[in-house]
């Protein structure tokens, strides 16, 4: 009776893993080829013991083209190797690769904290690290909401009208660490 409880068991776990492994395998996108690789950490042993890595990557284009892929701890590089690349890809379909890989630490800093970089920059979001957001996010409606923000209040001209503020903000910074030097870290966050 217990051998029977064990093949059904070595059964049950032999189809999870075909199920398993055969869809992982079905989402796998096609990728482009690439040069052999440890198995876990994939080619970050020879990219980081090399001297010049720069001539790794050209040696490796001219063996597997223009464009080819790396992986370095699981993530997957895709590497392009010319301007004709370039521009094909990020140009012509720019917006099939625009996102950016997802950062848990940032979404673990992030969490609970309140998006002001959207509706307008305020001094606590500034001071928390929070009003770099766009930096890690995602692409999609908000960070279009976010970008254009910034783009209207950064600009080119906008930044030279702040001028004036930012060379009265910074006598005031040498004047504060000229007369009381222990607080830095307070008249740095201001």
């Known amino acids: 009776m217990e051998s029977i409880y064990t093949l059904a068991f070595g059964i049950a776990i032999f189809l999870f893993a075909l199920l398993y492994f055969r ?92 998006d002001d970089a959207v509706d307008g920059l305020t001094s606590g979001s500034l001071q928390s690290g929070l009003g770099l957001k766009h930096v890690f996010m995602p692409s999609g409606d908000r960070f279009k909401k976010q970008r254009k923000f910034y783009q209207h209040h950064f600009n080119g001209a906008k930044s030279r009208s702040y001028q004036p503020i930012q060379q009265d903000e910074a006598q005031n910074l040498i004047k504060n660490l000229l007369e009381d030097p222990g607080d830095y870290d307070q008249y740095l966050r201001r």
């Open 23 to 114: 869809r992982k395998h079905l989402e796998r996108r096609p990728l482009p080829p690439s040069p052999p690789a440890d198995y876990f950490i994939g080619h970050l042993r020879t990219v980081a013991t090399a001297k010049n890595p720069e001539l790794i990557f050209h040696k490796w284009a001219q063996q597997y083209g223009d464009i080819y892929h790396t992986k370095m701890l699981g993530q997957t590089v895709i590497m392009l190797n010319s301007v004709r690349a370039a521009v094909d890809l990020l140009e012509k379909r720019g917006l099939n690769y625009t996102s950016r890989p997802r950062c848990v630490v940032y979404e673990l800093y992030a969490h609970g904290h309140s």
